[in-house]
């Protein structure tokens, strides 16, 4: 963290007082370099990996230009799942609370009516491009008075094939408006609509992702036989652990992995786009409460999970890339805290993670090609996997799990 205050930054009084209320006194990296520039009006584009605190980053200094008795609704935020919105309006409430001002998520899967209602009432509208055209559409409200616009997690939100709609949407804001592009990439198409979304903006990159993931979380690459996949997992679920976030491929994988770790006496909740609003709501309250230690996902229902006490997430089924590698480990080690990252791996998927970790630059143990080495019945760790001192977290109160969110 910084040795400056949020007041040094030129944070307002009113939101300095309640972000002291939740003990939070300085800010990180990412806050640091932003802040300011957002305040003084610049648009912002930001390279910034997941965790790394970036929701306050752009959440205080827009709660503090947006004037509480202005024409509603006078800033966005677009995120690309519900999951993601939601925490967002849960990190950001207290500090826009300060100031008077009504933060509310705009996304599908509830009825639209009263989310309609509550949406053109609001100061700040935090929402996923879908559902926020479908309220477009029924002229719940306007965009004409938009004066800040932030696009969070905008890699993401592109690959999820976002990107028509999210250019309606940019068009249907005032040219004049202010705006925060924040992704973990600032290549490729990300980088070039970025440029075409914002100007003169000032640029900012805090810290590449995978030497953040290489620093702050301990990976192991775990060799396993496919016959004996979920074995292997219910031994790393049997260690001294926190919660753990469990990602597999598909919705169907989800659900069946949850009915075979209950099999081995392991209770787990699974979490992915075929469950209802209400299903996704009540997995993530009973992972996040500690009632079920274990949560099992798919990518894009675990985009902008942001759980205190998540010390261990396991790759079931490696990722496709070294990107998702870093998501989906960046779910632990957040804040600044220490975690656990393990991948299992079957021979024939040997090859694509070596490169995967490679790229990462990460320890990986997994020398040797395909053909000289077979998979081990039983879980065998690379040579990156040393072991630390045993962790006493099970048994812990669900209050001592939670530790502050001014991460994500």
């Known amino acids: 963290m910084s040795t400056q205050s949020f007041a040094d930054l030129g944070v307002s009084r009113a939101v300095v007082s309640a972000l002291s209320e939740r003990n939070i006194t300085h800010p990180f990296a990412v ?15 930001a390279k910034s990996p997941t965790g790394s605190g970036k929701t306050l980053a752009f959440g205080i200094p827009l709660v503090d230009r947006i004037q509480a008795d202005g024409p509603r609704p006078a800033a966005l935020v677009l995120a690309p799942t519900r999951e993601l919105a939601t925490q967002i309006v849960e990190e950001i409430r207290g500090v826009a609370h300060a100031r008077a ?25 935090v929402a996923t491009p879908g559902r926020l055209e ?9 965009l004409d008075a938009i004066s800040i616009l932030v696009l969070d997690e905008a890699d993401r939100m592109l ?21 925060l ?11 070039r609509v970025a440029q075409q979304y914002t100007r003169d903006a000032a640029v900012h990159e805090h810290g590449p992702a995978a030497r953040r993931a290489a620093a702050e979380i301990e990976h192991r690459f775990v060799e396993v036989s496919a016959e004996h996949r ?5 031994q790393e679920l049997r260690r001294d652990r926190e919660l753990t976030l ?38 993530l309250s009973r992972f996040e409460s500690g009632a079920v230690e274990t949560l099992v996902a798919t990518d894009v229902a675990a985009r902008g999970i942001d759980v205190a006490g998540i010390s261990h997430v396991i790759n079931f089924d490696p990722p496709d890339d070294s990107d998702a590698y870093v998501h989906r480990i960046g779910r632990t080690g957040r804040a600044g805290a220490k975690g656990i990252g393990i991948t299992l791996v079957a021979a024939a998927e040997r090859g694509d993670v070596r490169k995967l970790a490679g790229a990462l630059g990460l320890d990986h143990g997994l020398g040797g090609s395909e053909g000289e080495r077979r998979a081990h019945p039983g879980p065998r760790h690379g040579a ?8 006493s977290g099970r048994g812990r109160s669900a209050s001592s799990r939670r530790r502050l969110r001014s991460s994500n």
């Open 159 to 179: 690959d999820m094939g976002f990107r028509p709609a999210v250019d309606r949407i940019v068009r249907a804001c005032p040219a004049s408006r202010q705006t």
């Open 31 to 45: 806050q640091e370099l932003v802040i300011g520039d957002v305040l003084a009006g610049r648009d912002v584009l």
């Open 246 to 283: 469990v990602f597999v491929r598909t919705k169907r994988g989800a659900d069946r992995l949850v009915k075979r770790l209950a099999g081995h006496g392991v209770a787990a909740v699974a979490m992915h786009g075929n469950k209802s609003q209400r299903q996704r709501e009540q997995a």
């Open 230 to 234: 979920v074995e292997a997992l219910v």
């Open 384 to 391: 990156g996997a040393a072991r630390p001192p045993a962790r």
């Open 134 to 142: 479908d309220l477009l559409a029924r002229r719940a409200f306007k």
């Open 101 to 125: 001002l009504r933060v509310t998520a705009v996304y599908g899967g509830v009825g639209l009516a009263k989310q309609a209602s509550n949406a053109a009432a609001s100061h700040v509208l």
């Open 181 to 191: 592009f924040f992704s973990a990439t600032l290549d490729g198409e990300a980088g």
